[in-house]
């Protein structure tokens, strides 16, 4: 069976819109809730339970858990309906300082296909201490400072989050300071260390004392470091810089090496006390392994290839000192642009070959595609070639399915071979191509004409025979 041209569509494009699938899947999602470090095996829910399906339905509907990254976090046991975890979860390892810890995954049905999203929120537990970064940290604090002076400290690192991480600093007993915890606006506490006593360099030149960070779980963990207070000699003016925040833009295919901002603070003193060296103040982990600081020209250079998708923006705290003890502050304001640089992905979820041929629309494939880049650069286009009797029809949660159109004809072809092509808008567009083969099975729909040729002539010979017969008799 041949079909005319003018019943398949010269082009066949799907924009992708991704607010209009999720309203198409019209089930909100479930949210399922367990602890780091349970262990693999451990029950998370009666999932035919919540989707109001009987064990068998699960099963006979092909019933599958898929995760966002196709990791097998989690695991469908279709004897009982229930959702295991498939192996022991590590907060940390899977979404870091992110809280909450999310992890979205779906159930997919066939026949009729369904996908229903869910969600699994990975609960902290109190496994990590608080760190600092250094053991020691050097004050020096001129003599002349006034009762109520206050001196910001390098905050501790605790990879736990919400109540398990820091959440007081304390020091120990001494008559002449004490420690401030104070809330940023991002939610981060760092110490301040409050002058309670004037001091005097010639009564004491040094001051040692030991500081403690508390978190909040139970029991508490605690680390300390310790303070080492310098008292110098009166310097009484500060480094100042010329702007309280920098902003900078960097595209994240910018090159290892690349200038990203360049901080400038003067100081009106002379000699030692007018000599500035810049520094970062309050470093994470991300920050210092990705950006240099040059202590002498105040320049901050890239040292480790920027991604838009792990990290969109960063936020430093510069501090600027003098050889007099004095510093002063800004922050640097880092946003990543995002490029195009993530082809768009293709996962099959299922195929059926051969196809029985005089069927009627038959479900060849059901596919999904995904673009790991945002804005344009992440929206997409998918197509099969214009000559075959298929066709793409979107479904929900960015999933496809590959049909025929219309009943095929095995005696004009047997074997049909599909490309899917998924294109992104970005700037230069990146395409992902994928090619499956659909074989069509014979059915038996052809009159055999020599069969019925003979049977009428033996069925003529026949006859003739009987009337020669009765001519002869008579």
Request: proline share 5%.
């Amino acid at each position: 069976m041949e079909a005319g041209e003018g019943r398949f569509p010269k082009q066949r494009q799907v924009l992708i819109l991704l607010l209009l699938m999720g309203a198409q899947a019209g089930w909100e999602p479930h949210r399922y809730y367990v602890m780091e470090e349970t262990e693999s095996g451990s029950f998370v829910a009666n999932l035919a339970k919540d989707l109001g399906l009987g064990v068998r339905d699960l099963a006979a509907r092909g019933a599958r858990v898929v995760s966002e990254d196709n990791k097998p976090l989690l695991q469908l046991d279709l004897q009982t309906g229930e959702l295991i975890l498939n192996e022991k979860l590590d907060r940390e390892d899977l979404c870091g300082p992110t809280d909450p810890c999310v992890m979205h995954f779906q159930v997919l049905l066939k026949n009729p296909m369904e996908v229903f999203r869910a969600e699994l929120l990975v609960r902290d537990i109190n496994d990590h201490s608080p760190e600092f970064s250094e053991r020691e940290m050097t004050l020096k604090i001129p003599e002349n400072s006034p009762p109520g002076s206050v001196f910001p400290l390098k905050k501790a690192q605790d990879l736990d989050v919400g109540n398990n991480n820091v959440q007081n600093y304390n020091i120990g007993p001494n008559s002449h300071f004490h420690v401030s915890t104070h809330n940023r606006e991002d939610g981060r506490k760092y110490p301040e260390l409050v002058l309670d006593k004037e001091l005097d360099r010639e009564e004491q030149a040094e001051l040692r004392l030991t500081l403690t960070a508390l978190d909040g779980g139970s029991p508490h963990r605690s680390g300390t470091v310790q303070i080492r207070i310098l008292v110098l000699d009166v310097n009484d003016n500060a480094p100042e810089f010329a702007q309280m925040l920098y902003e900078a833009q960097v595209p994240e295919s910018s090159p290892v090496g690349s200038l990203i901002v360049k901080v400038s603070a003067m100081d009106l003193d002379t000699g030692t006390n007018g000599e500035i060296s810049y520094s970062l103040f309050y470093s994470s982990l991300e920050i210092s392994k990705t950006f240099e600081l040059s202590s002498l020209s105040g320049e901050i250079r890239l040292i480790e290839k920027l991604d838009f998708e792990t990290i969109s923006a960063f936020e430093l705290d510069i501090e600027a000192s003098d050889g007099g003890g004095l510093s002063g502050k800004c922050s640097v304001s880092i946003k990543v642009l995002d490029v195009n640089d993530n082809s768009p992905e293709l996962t099959i979820s299922s195929l059926t070959s051969p196809i029985t041929e005089n069927s009627p629309e038959t479900e060849v494939a059901l596919f999904r595609i995904r673009d790991r880049d945002s804005g344009e650069n992440g929206r997409m286009v998918c197509s099969i070639q214009d000559d075959i009797p298929f066709a793409l029809k979107p479904s929900v949660e960015n999933y496809y399915r590959l049909v025929t159109e219309g009943a095929l004809d095995r005696e004009t072809t047997a074997e049909y071979n599909i490309t899917i092509t998924v294109t992104d808008l970005g700037t230069p567009r990146l395409k992902t191509e994928h090619s499956i083969t659909v074989q069509v099975s014979d059915v038996n729909d052809n009159i055999d004409l020599e069969f019925l040729e003979n049977s009428f002539i033996s069925s003529y010979q026949r006859s003739d025979k009987i009337l020669r017969k009765i001519y002869y008799d008579t």
